[in-house]
């Protein structure tokens, strides 16, 4: 069964500075990753998608994701936060076994700090 | 194109009463998914329509039902209201030769 963990719930960055969001999944089959955000009160918005063509894939807004196989792993990074980042952000593993299911994480929020 | 639309936006129900909630998909796009997300759950998959058939289910009591029409529109309709029904209920579609998923605004419904 394919599966979903984002190891922090929330983290804290200063405007300007790193962004790390780890994610880490299990599955059986070749997965599709993506990176979804959501604003408050707002849908989920696309930042980006893993599908085996690169395992560095570029997003929208600066973000960008690292496919590691050997670690299981799709972080999601940006160079330097904006205070319009701050949000909630899912990461989610697709089963294309026969039908698309989504298997969404825990989500974790990000608060950036002035 | 236009994004997956839901309406309505917000409702207020009471306990017991029943709920219909819309979804129009991204043109073109034939499959449509529900999703339940709560604070305490996070998000939850309901069902998938594709071509006005049920092709996936979620863990969810009968009393979430959906379905979907000729022209893509989805409907999800709840029964038998419960506290615990309150929720975002996102709507998210996508074509028929990819599994990437796009979501619409949400309806928030509120059972008092």
């Known amino acids: 069964a394919q599966s979903v963990t984002q190891l922090d719930s929330h983290v804290s960055v200063s405007e300007g500075t790193p962004v790390l969001l780890r994610c880490n999944y299990s599955?059986?089959?070749?997965?599709?990753l993506f990176w979804y955000v959501q604003h408050p009160n707002k849908g989920l918005q696309l930042l980006l998608k893993?599908?085996?063509?690169?395992?560095l894939v570029k997003g929208i807004n600066g973000f960008e994701a690292e496919f590691k196989k050997s670690e299981t792993s799709f972080h999601l990074t940006k160079p330097s936060a904006h205070m319009s980042d701050a949000a909630e952000y899912f990461c989610?593993?697709?089963?294309?076994?026969?039908?698309?299911?989504?298997?969404f994480g825990t989500g974790t929020r990000l608060k950036v700090l002035a | 194109k236009a994004g997956v639309t839901q309406t309505p936006r917000y409702l207020i129900k009471t306990r017991g009463q029943q709920v219909t909630l819309s979804c129009s998909p991204i043109?073109?796009?034939?499959?449509v998914s529900w999703y339940q997300q709560t604070p305490g759950q996070g998000l939850q998959f309901l069902f998938e329509?594709?071509?006005?058939?049920?092709?996936n289910k979620g863990n969810f009591p009968g009393r979430f039902s959906g379905r979907q029409f000729s022209n893509s529109r989805s409907e999800m309709n709840v029964s038998t209201l419960e506290l615990g029904d309150s929720a975002l209920y996102l709507c998210?579609?996508?074509?028929?030769?990819?599994?990437?998923?796009?979501f619409g605004p949400g309806t928030r419904l509120t059972v008092l």
């Open positions: 043109s073109g796009h034939r499959s």
């Open positions: 989610v593993v697709s089963e294309t076994s026969g039908t698309y299911k989504y298997i």
């Open positions: 893993y599908t085996s063509a690169a395992t």
């Open positions: 599955s059986s089959y070749s997965p599709s």
């Open positions: 329509y594709f071509s006005e058939t049920q092709r």
């Open positions: 998210a579609s996508s074509g028929g030769t990819t599994d990437t998923q796009y």
